[in-house]
Structures are given as structure tokens and as C-alpha cells.
């Protein structure tokens, strides 16, 4: 779900820098760029690369995964420690393609974010509250690897939120390999399988949306 935009951003870029799953998506419209990729190990140093080649007046373009406004602070802060112009990019955000595939509306939805390093104590609160309150539907971004779908749901099984409550996790949204599941809560806390760090979750409320699929027949 790459933009046109930033396709264009690519195409003319001189240097194009990022984490190699996400250079990996992106080659068809490299160009002619240089192509950086980076690790965590060495990603100030590329980023160092980037911000010199930018002094000199190079196109340089800085890739990364998930929504930009939500899971690439941490590099956004590196780059602008570095630079002093930045123009962001935004692709179809995760959250959007969640909302489309589970038939929901934006603004009918609460979203949190638990992709941080900070202990997720009062994120996992505001969880528990959303869920009680059952009045918007709950679209949530699992932390790699701690935090995924097996033992968040069963931390809110603990917290009192009944085991029916049904959920939907996406994994991979719009890439090869993309996979949906859906059950309970109950069911969820029993997984035993692995999950993709690009993994979504989607908390609905049936009857808001039965609510929206009836105004939208009284339309029609």
C-alpha cells in the first residue's frame, strides 16, 4: 500500500537507506539510487551516511515499516537529530487496511499503540477501560515479541474482560503471506503459534457495527 507519492520519492532518490525487510518491498522503484540497508547494530551509522550525503545536497530517502506516525518514532528522532529538513510520507496506514478488512469505520474506532520500548502499564489500562466501556470499536498494535496476541489476551482475561469477547488478528495487512484469524479471547489466550511483528488486532463491538451496516441499507 505504497502511495504514489512515495513511489515518486524513491524513483528520484540518490540514496535510499533502511531495515533490509523494508528495502526488500521497495526495489521495484529504486531507481538508480544508492541503497544502504541497516540493522540495529549499525543503524547511526548508516544514518550518519544519509544525513552527509544530505548536506551535500543528495536526495536521500530513510524507508521503515508500519504507520509513520505511530511505530517509527524512535527512528524519526535519529534522522531529525541529523538533518534539518524533513518531509513525511505517509503510506495507507495499517490501521486504515484493519478498518477495511473488518468492515469498521475510522470514527467509530479507539486505537493503541503498545510498539514502544516504555513498560505498556497504562496503555494496557486504557485497553481494559475501552473494552469495558464497549462503546467504540479497539484497534491495537501488539509489541514484537512480549507483548503479541497469545498474552496480551490473556492478560485481559485476567483483568476481567470475559473470555467470548471475540476478536480479529491480522497479520501482514496488503503483503505475501497476509492471514486473518478470528475468535475469542479464551481461544486467543491458548495460541500457541507465532505471530508476524507486523500483527494487528481489532477488538469489535457487533452491535455498533450491525448499527452502521443498518443506517447504510436505510440509505441505499
Known amino acids: 500500500m505504497l502511495t504514489l507519492r512515495g513511489q515518486q520519492a524513491l524513483q528520484k532518490a540518490d540514496l535510499v537507506v ?49 504507520d509513520l506516525n505511530v511505530s517509527a518514532r524512535e527512528l524519526l528522532l535519529r534522522v531529525k537529530r541529523r538533518v534539518d529538513r524533513i518531509e513525511l510520507i505517509p503510506g495507507i496506514s495499517s490501521v486504515q487496511m484493519a478498518c477495511a478488512r473488518a468492515g469498521i469505520s475510522l470514527e467509530d474506532v479507539v486505537f493503541i499503540t503498545l510498539h514502544q520500548r516504555k513498560e505498556p502499564v497504562s496503555d494496557m489500562l486504557e485497553l481494559v477501560h475501552y473494552l469495558n466501556e464497549n462503546k467504540r470499536h479497539v484497534i491495537l498494535l501488539p509489541r514484537p515479541f512480549d507483548l503479541m496476541p497469545a498474552t496480551i489476551a490473556s492478560r485481559l482475561v485476567d483483568e476481567g474482560i470475559p473470555g467470548s469477547r471475540p476478536l480479529t488478528i491480522y497479520q501482514r495487512l496488503s503483503l505475501e503471506g497476509e492471514a486473518e484469524w478470528q475468535g475469542s479471547l479464551e481461544e ?18 457487533p452491535e ?5 451496516e443498518a443506517d447504510a441499507q436505510g440509505v441505499i
Not at 540497508?37 to 543503524?43: E, F, I, L
Not at 486467543?188 to 463491538?205: G, K, N, R
Request: hydrophobic share 45%; aromatic share 10%; charged share 20%.
Open 18 to 66: 533502511g531495515f533490509k525487510t523494508v528495502l526488500d518491498v521497495v526495489t521495484p522503484w529504486l531507481g538508480n539510487a544508492e541503497v544502504r540497508p541497516m540493522a540495529y547494530r549499525d543503524q547511526e551509522e548508516v544514518l550518519e551516511y544519509a544525513g552527509q550525503q544530505a548536506a551535500l545536497g543528495k536526495d536521500c530517502v530513510v524507508c521503515c515499516w508500519g
Open 188 to 205: 486467543c489466550a491458548a495460541l500457541s503459534q507465532e505471530f508476524s511483528d507486523l500483527t494487528i488486532l481489532v477488538f469489535p463491538v
Open 208 to 212: 455498533l457495527h450491525a448499527g452502521r
